[in-house]
């Protein structure tokens, strides 16, 4: 929500009560808990969104805007199970750019990535391996954050890299959550766990000289990577047996407890939730929510 805050603010939107709202998403969520799909894997995908919503042309400040809520069950983003996908090291585009917002959560970010992300996938990649500047620094990969384990060239200590927040890269929960599970599981293990700027270089030569242990993207849609690696199924394992309640902790809030065996947690980024049934009144609900954008757009 801090974040939602921070990206809406930057575009001159309003900023909401953080606890209110997740106040408020937890309430619906209880009410609406027959749409939360009881399989493993499946889960009620919850969506804060802001737009704007003054109806005039010109460049301002929007005088009203809307804030709401997409909730739509999903099943696993990717269907196929958790497989290897293959990255396109992108010179030719760049996703975010020092003094830019690409550390913001804002529709504008996305749009621009779709003709790279065409373009990588008729060459036969699945995603886009953002780099940036002369150096060629890894950033992100497509919509996540990329993380990459490798061994240390002088110590050949064993390291958990991601690029560090600064400025250009989006702050992603999960991104946080692999983090704080790197520290508490793998450093006691001897890794070495870094934010820290890396170049393609560095891992083309971790990769020649054999080094390179795996690398893979966090998001709370999915967590990929790039060869069933074990870091990130791991990693995958850890947050889902806290998300679905497995193990107790902190980032876990209980929203609803229902008919003995049914839990229903609210992820500590808000998105995941276990349910029993599955229909389509959120699905109806979203698309009146579009017809309603829509006309917003054409006025
Ligand atoms: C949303 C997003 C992420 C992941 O953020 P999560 O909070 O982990 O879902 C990473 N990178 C970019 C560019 C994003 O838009």
């Known amino acids: 929500m801090q974040r939602m805050n921070e990206s809406t603010a930057r575009i001159a939107l309003p900023t909401f009560e953080q606890a209110a709202m997740i106040q408020l998403i937890s309430t619906f969520a209880s009410m609406e808990e027959r749409f939360i799909p009881s399989t493993k894997g499946y889960s009620l995908y919850l969506r804060p969104t802001m737009i704007g919503t003054q109806r005039t042309l010109g460049v301002g400040p929007p005088g009203s805007a809307l804030l709401y809520v997409i909730a739509s069950p999903v099943g696993p983003y990717y269907p196929t199970g958790f497989k290897a ?14 003094g830019g917002v690409g550390d913001k959560k804002l529709g504008a970010n996305y749009a621009p990535c779709i003709v790279p992300q065409l373009q990588a ?9 953002w780099l940036f500047g002369e150096e060629e620094f890894v950033t992100e990969v497509g919509t996540m954050n990329m993380f990459v384990a490798m061994k240390n060239k002088e110590t050949g200590q064993k390291e958990l890299i991601t690029a560090p927040l600064d400025g250009m890269i989006l702050a992603g929960v999960t991104r946080d959550c692999v983090l704080s599970l790197a520290k508490e599981k793998l450093v006691p293990e001897g890794w070495n766990v870094v934010e820290r ?6 891992l083309s030569d971790a990769a020649k000289d054999g080094r390179l242990i795996e690398a893979f993207g ?10 069933a690696g074990e870091i990130a199924l791991q990693m995958k394992n850890w ?11 902190e980032w876990i809030k209980v929203t609803a407890l229902w008919k003995d065996e049914h839990w229903l947690y609210a ?33």
């Not at 996908?85 to 020092?98: F, G, K, N």
């Not at 700027?197 to 560095?202: L, V």
Request: proline share 2%; glycine share 4%.
């Open 121 to 129: 996938a008729k060459r036969g990649f699945h995603q886009n391996l």
């Open 218 to 227: 966090s998001g709370t849609a999915a967590i990929p990577e790039q060869e």
């Open 197 to 202: 700027k890396y170049t393609m270089k560095e």
């Open 239 to 249: 947050i889902e047996e806290i998300q679905y309640g497995d193990v107790e902790h």
């Open 267 to 299: 992820e500590r980024s808000a998105a995941h939730c276990r349910f029993t049934e599955r229909k389509s009144a959120s699905i109806i609900q979203i698309q009146e929510m579009k017809r309603e954008m829509r006309r917003e757009s054409y006025i």
């Open 85 to 98: 996908i293959s990255l396109e090291a992108t010179d030719y585009a760049v996703r975010a750019w020092p």
